[in-house]
């Protein structure tokens, strides 16, 4: 049989590391720290079956069960205006719509701005699953710093050279993967005003917004954009990318969109055609859980995970040879660490699941240019204290005998 006649988009799509990384965790004799999951002993179960039963009572079954609007389940988007009130953010249910998981906005996002040879601005690294989403409409990257030395015109002069142009800027402002590193207030300030001069949206991914564990919360740049253009969503560049999978439960796959109407109506018509809406009943569902749970249930993963952040911290400070340096997040799920140069993470990780037994995320995947081959990624949201003093006591002997 001869091969397929793919698309040319094809070409680029690749196997998420993390993803085949996953299967790790099914293994008794791998300590991972790779899956930059939610600890599923803190899922909010008791209010899922509350939200289920409800759904399925005889007055609300009908609906629960059937089609839905492409927009959204109104009562959930509803509370998702009052939380991104809570966030500085002030929309109307027409500036939210729900996706299938974040993953589905970026995908859809994607599909709406880019076309081949056009450029995208990420961060450098970035998240895999951006890098994914976009990939698959033949742009070429480019590295978003706002605080760096390359003009605007420069930027946007590359692109044109590139055989396209700037369509928009990615980031994950707050605790972001894989560096957990979070952008200061005045790092989103010259972002807006990089966004105006090269006429582009921010796509601000907000997946890990509620995890903040230490430190002054920073708006987000939906809200100091909104301030900056006297209160109207309508004038804002932003779309805010947001998700349950954090906070709630990933298997439900709820997540939104938050912008201009402009905006907002083009993407329900990509929904419309993508999966005509997400699943009605995990809509109503994630709704009864956000009602009844949501402060409760951040406030309990917070306490969990900020531990689990600290001890990690101290056992990397422990055990770890001289060379090796990582970062220190006031939040979310990642700790992001630099080897020596000259070692390779992806060759690290080979030995050390022959000899060490540990599971860790390269880092060259978050690397549009495949560059970052000396980083690696740790993941602290599943790791109880005994694996971590394990865990980063067998990593460090690892790297001290690589280097």
């Known amino acids: ?50 939200g289920y039963v409800k759904a399925l009572d005889s007055e609300t079954q009908g ?27 002030t929309c109307e249910l027409e500036n939210v719509m ?73 980031l994950s402002a ?8 979070t952008y200061s207030r005045e790092m989103r300030e010259r972002l807006i005003e990089m966004a105006d001069e090269l006429d582009i949206p921010i796509i601000e991914d907000g997946a890990y917004q509620a995890l903040r564990y230490d430190g002054t919360a920073i708006p987000p740049i939906l809200a ?3 301030e900056q253009r006297g209160g109207d969503i309508e004038a804002c560049r932003t779309i805010y990318c947001g998700s349950f999978s954090k906070t709630l439960a990933p298997g439900l796959r709820i997540g939104w969109v938050c912008g201009s109407r402009q905006i907002l109506d083009r993407l329900v018509i990509i929904k419309q055609a993508g999966d005509l809406h997400t699943s009605t009943i995990n809509q109503m569902v994630i709704d009864h859980i956000a009602r009844t749970v949501f402060d409760e249930q951040v406030e309990k993963i917070g306490s969990v995970y900020s531990a689990r952040r600290d001890k990690l911290l101290a056992e990397l400070k422990k055990n770890m040879p001289d060379g090796v340096s990582w970062t220190e997040p006031e939040g979310g799920m990642f700790v ?18 022959e000899t060490e037994k540990v599971a860790f995320v390269p880092g060259q995947a978050f690397f549009a240019d495949g560059s970052g081959a000396n980083t690696i990624r740790l993941s602290f949201s599943c790791a109880g204290d005994e694996m971590i003093e394990e865990g980063m ?4 002997r690892l790297i001290a005998n690589a280097i």
């Open 1 to 50: 049989m001869s091969q397929p006649r793919l698309a040319n988009r094809a070409n680029r799509m690749r196997a998420s590391e993390i993803r085949e990384l996953l299967k790790l965790l099914a293994r008794p004799d791998i300590i991972s720290f790779a899956g930059g999951i939610p600890d599923e002993s803190l899922f909010p179960a008791n209010a899922a079956k509350e």
């Open 63 to 89: 609906k629960s069960l059937q089609y839905s609007l492409s927009d959204g389940h109104a009562p959930l988007r509803q509370w998702i205006v009052e939380y991104m009130a809570s966030l500085g953010v």
């Open 98 to 170: 729900i996706t299938s998981g974040s993953q589905q906005a970026l995908d859809f996002i994607a599909k709406l701005y880019l076309s081949p040879n056009d450029t995208a601005l990420v961060t450098w690294p970035t998240y895999l699953g951006a890098l994914q989403a976009f990939n698959a409409y033949e742009p070429r990257f480019d590295r978003l710093d706002p605080m760096g030395n390359r003009s605007s015109a420069e930027i946007a002069k590359d692109a044109e050279d590139a055989g396209g142009s700037v369509k928009f800027a990615y």
């Open 174 to 181: 707050d605790f972001g993967n894989p560096t957990g590193q």
């Open 224 to 226: 100091i954009e909104q």
């Open 336 to 353: 992001w660490v630099t080897l020596p140069k000259g070692l390779d993470g992806a060759a690290l990780l080979e030995k050390s699941l």
């Open 393 to 396: 006591a067998r990593l460090g």
